[in-house]
């Protein structure tokens, strides 16, 4: 998996792209849930659950049926005011959908583990990406502040901070020209 670093790195770019008034301490609380809760599947590892399980890690939680209940259900926290039926709320169900599936995105971008279930629950197979330069983070915090953490966060700099800054720059810049 990429660090929480990565997922949060990319989630900030996206929600930065979203229209200032949506801006709020909710929106930011849940633009970040949505990018670090399919990694709640670890805890599935602590009771046994076999990681190529389609609940084992990067298994149902990782996928886009998952990314897309999320959304709407984050959507309609964070709106609780808004119908279901209203533009507003279907932009912000497929904002947090999008902040929940980048997740999986990015973990099909590491160099490790058995890839992503994209499809689950309808197809179990685990998929990478050909291209794979992201380190993969380890699982556990002990082994994070070790030398293999450090590369990770070196690798996650060039592969996901040098784009989001990019971004970041890119979409200010569009919103002063444009």
Not at 140 to 157: K, N, R
Request: with cysteine.
């Amino acid at each position: 998996m990429a660090s929480a670093f990565g997922h949060i790195a990319v989630a900030y770019a996206m929600g930065k792209t979203m229209k200032s008034v949506w801006g709020t301490t909710r929106f930011w609380i849940f633009t970040v849930v949505c990018c670090l809760v399919p990694d709640v599947d670890v805890v599935g590892l602590l009771m046994g659950i076999p990681y190529e399980h389609v609940w084992g890690h990067r298994g149902m939680t990782h996928s886009i049926m998952f990314a897309v209940l999320l959304g709407t259900v984050a959507a309609k926290i964070t709106l609780s005011h808004i119908s279901v039926w209203t533009k507003p709320y279907a932009v912000l169900a497929v904002y947090f959908g999008l902040v929940t599936m980048s997740h999986g995105l990015l973990d099909a971008l590491t160099d490790g583990g058995l890839g992503t279930a994209f499809f689950a629950p309808f197809d179990d197979t685990r998929y990478f990406f050909p291209w794979r330069p992201i380190r993969v983070s380890p699982i556990g915090a002990a082994e994070f502040f070790s030398s293999w953490g450090l590369g990770v966060l070196i690798s996650e700099l060039i592969w996901i901070g040098l784009p989001v800054t990019v971004w970041l720059l890119g979409h200010r810049i569009f919103r002063r020209v444009g």
